[in-house]
């Protein structure tokens, strides 16, 4: 008799953990060991060395403890989980990020009823399983290619900006020109115009005003 897989699922919506379950119950291989809402309620969870889960299904974007935190609570307290992501974001980063805290497979949400049963068998076994747009991404920057920017969580745009960046940025914010800028940094207009483009790729506007108002929205400034 072929051993049953148990899954924890969490995500902070719990229609998409009812929508998982019902799709997991369809295999009988396969069974659900609880479900969690925030990040918290997973590492306190996983804490319990009664509870037990072969697959953790874990959403990034969670209240409390995000699903960064939660990789790195596992990774800090010698936890090994196999986990699979299983979020909205796509953009490349994110899902290296991911892997070097210690997922196993990654699942853009649209692909999940389609190919989250084939993820939990991979991975419970050892593989490794990324739904085929991601994999396709994967092997482009495997191959040197270029790839385009995806969706990403704010937190983690935020957390990719160097100190300096972050310096410049709250200038901008108090209309310093690049003048200005670089003399209270200290360093030339050149480097400031370079952090300037580099903030306005990565935060993804187009001029010191959207700068300036991303830096206030997120409480930078």
């Known amino acids: 008799m072929r051993k049953k897989i148990y899954v924890h699922v969490a995500d902070d919506h ?8 019902a799709v997991l119950h369809t295999d009988k291989d396969i069974g659900i060991s609880g479900y969690s809402l925030t990040g918290k309620e997973v590492t306190n969870w996983f804490d319990n060395p009664k509870n037990r889960a072969d697959v953790l299904i874990l959403d990034i974007t969670m209240p409390i403890v995000d699903g960064i935190g939660v990789l790195k609570h596992f990774k800090k307290n010698g936890i090994k989980q196999k986990v699979i992501i299983l979020s909205s974001y796509d953009d490349i980063k994110i899902v290296q990020e991911m892997l070097t805290l210690g997922c ?7 692909s999940a009823g389609e190919f989250i049963i084939d993820a939990i068998k991979a991975v419970a076994k050892g593989d490794q399983y990324f739904s085929p747009n991601i994999q396709k991404e994967l092997l482009k920057v495997l ?16 957390e990719s900006l160097s100190e300096r960046e972050l310096e410049v940025l709250r200038l901008i914010t108090k209309q ?5 800028i670089a003399d209270a940094l200290c ?34 400034v």
């Open 176 to 180: 310093y020109s690049t003048t200005e």
């Open 143 to 158: 191959s040197g290619q270029t790839v385009p920017d995806g969706d990403l969580p704010e937190e983690f745009l935020i």
């Open 104 to 110: 196993k497979g990654y699942l853009t949400k649209d």
């Open 14 to 21: 719990k229609i998409v953990i009812d929508g998982v379950i």
């Open 187 to 220: 360093l030339g207009i050149s480097t400031i115009d370079s952090h300037r483009k580099n903030l306005l790729k990565k935060l993804k506007v187009k001029n010191s005003v959207g700068l300036a108002m991303y830096a206030v929205k997120h409480k930078l």
